[in-house]
């Protein structure tokens, strides 16, 4: 099994540099807006994982790729000049882990904390509607039971 860390510490630095770099310039939510449409134009583009990830191609060549890329879907010049910065120095296949660290910076920025639900089997509209989820020491309770206890409190308060 290959160890991911260096590469998943490389992402995290950069990450933080374009974090900085976009708050400063008050350009956090157009740079993050670039950002998820990348992933998606990687996710849907065989040739563009491949050029990104593949030994094959020169820093050169994936520079000018990632550039004319970020250039053609309008980004932001700090996302152009990231994505190129991250190809000139031999770190795109570091892309994605980059976008993933920064997009966990920009929800700490807005206060937004993720939080896995799993269950047995699908839940219905009704009981997503009514779930127990716990983020950290928080419970955030939208049960029905909750619901009329909390009703149940304010009418004895009234």
Do not use: C, W
């Not at 160890?3 to 490389?10: A, I, L, N």
């Not at 700090?78 to 190809?87: C, D, N, Q, V």
Request: aromatic fraction near 6%.
């Amino acid at each position: 099994m290959a160890d991911d860390s260096k590469s998943t510490d490389v992402g995290a630095r950069y990450a933080q540099a374009l974090f900085d770099l976009a708050k400063a310039g008050g350009r956090l939510a157009a740079v993050e807006a670039d950002l998820k449409s990348f992933k998606l134009m990687r996710r849907e583009s065989v040739d563009l994982r491949r050029l990104l990830d593949s030994p094959a191609f020169s820093a050169e060549d994936k520079t000018k790729a990632l550039v004319a890329v970020a250039a053609a879907a309008k980004f932001d010049d700090i996302t152009r000049k990231f994505l190129g910065l991250m190809a000139q120095n031999r770190r795109a296949g570091g892309i994605a882990s980059a976008i993933t660290a920064f997009e966990a910076l920009a929800a700490a920025e807005r206060g937004v904390a993720s939080a896995e639900v799993t269950t047995a089997v699908k839940l219905t509209p009704a009981q997503e509607a009514g779930l127990k989820v716990r983020v950290g020491s928080r419970l955030y309770d939208a049960s029905l039971r909750s619901k009329l206890d909390s009703l149940r409190f304010a009418l004895k308060r009234a």
